[in-house]
């Protein structure tokens, strides 16, 4: 849940965070991350616009309000 929170943060700082960079900065491996963002996804927390390259995250802000709850 930490790992999500951060990544959320992460996003909501800079949208087009690539999952590299999001490893980084949580030391965590790109499985690591892969397995986050799938649940935040799932959730309907975050979703991808556009293209893997040149596209950006999008945080749905009410789902993202029932997560922190």
Known sequence: MKSRV??????NNNST????????KLNLTLK?????????????????VGADKGGYWKI??????KLKS
């Open 60 to 65: 749905n802000r009410k789902e993202n309000d």
């Open 6 to 11: 951060k990544i959320i943060e992460l996003i």
């Open 32 to 48: 690591g991350i892969d397995k986050q963002i799938k649940i935040l996804k799932e959730k309907k927390v975050i979703e991808r």
């Open 17 to 24: 965070i690539t999952r590299e960079e999001l490893a980084e």
